[in-house]
């Protein structure tokens, strides 16, 4: 039986002991944590995503600091919001929402937050902790995929591990942490010879490049971890949408070991982690 990997369930799991930690500590007088969400521009699936952390905050009793600026908004005063939210002691967490417009430089952005504070781990110096195994925020979603293999009593311990995409929001940082979890990591990407081949030798198949469908079944190998951080709104023919993963789940999921499903396999951990690490910040300050 293939061990289907239930973000939805442990993301549930994760917030629950998130509230009930915050309300123990408010309840001895302590202020509740603060995450502060910047988002420029009225891009709908920004928009969405929001609104999802935003909710997830109110749930686990965080106080949500959005800041939603027009798409016209100068450098400089993102920046200065920036600035602003570093130096206010309520806020213990602050999050860029990516994509920003084209005339924004986000990296700039980024290297403005205080690193105590970036939440999404996204910061040089958070990566640099990372790099080194120093304790710091590390980054959301492959944070969220590395507690899903220990719930499930994975080890990546001594196992191949294929990662397929070399963002700095998902791919780099996942590669780190496994390789921190004792495997022997690959990156692959796009430029990959042999891809296929090489995913195939892979106890550990994680597929992060936004490529609908991309994973057969022909590149993987029975009884392997297949991680889906894909998400992709594929059009129906009806004129709907729904959204799928970068692995063809229908036709892997009978021959892997374990897989992650889309929605509810990655998607809702990464949340999960961008408020627990909120609340590791938050705790730091008290």
Do not use: W
Request: glycine share 10%; aromatic share 2%.
């Amino acid at each position: 039986m293939t061990q289907l990997l239930d973000g939805k369930t442990l993301a549930s799991q994760i917030q629950a002991d998130l509230a009930t930690t915050i309300q123990a500590l408010t309840a001895q007088g302590h202020r509740p944590p603060g995450l502060a969400v910047i988002m420029v521009g009225d891009n709908p699936a920004s928009a969405a995503y929001v609104r999802n952390k935003e909710r997830a905050c109110s749930r686990v009793g965080m106080v949500s600091y959005g800041q939603h600026l027009p798409a016209t908004v100068a450098q400089s005063e993102v920046a200065a919001l920036i600035q602003q939210l570093n130096a206010d002691h309520l806020v213990d967490g602050i999050l860029v929402q990516l994509p920003l417009p084209d005339h924004l430089d986000a990296v700039a952005l980024l290297l403005a937050i205080d690193p105590d504070k970036d939440v999404d781990g996204l910061h040089p110096i958070n990566l640099g902790r990372l790099v080194r195994g120093e304790p710091g925020l590390r980054s959301c979603t492959p944070y969220g995929v590395m507690r899903l293999l220990s719930t499930a009593g994975i080890d990546p311990a001594g196992a191949s591990a294929v990662v397929v995409g070399r963002s700095i929001l998902v791919g780099k940082p996942m590669a780190l942490m496994l390789l921190e979890a004792n495997a022997t990591v690959t990156v692959a990407h796009s430029r990959t010879p042999n891809l296929s081949a090489l995913m195939r030798q892979a106890d550990i198949l994680v597929a992060a490049v936004g490529r609908p469908g991309m994973v057969t079944v022909a590149d993987i190998k029975p009884g392997s971890v297949v991680i889906d951080v894909g998400i992709n709104r594929v059009e129906q023919p009806d004129g709907s949408a729904r959204l799928v993963g970068d692995v063809d789940f229908a036709s892997v999921e009978p021959v892997a070991g374990a897989i992650t499903p889309v929605p509810g396999g990655v998607g809702p951990m990464t949340v999960a982690m961008l408020l627990e690490n909120t609340v590791t910040s938050y705790r730091s300050r008290l």
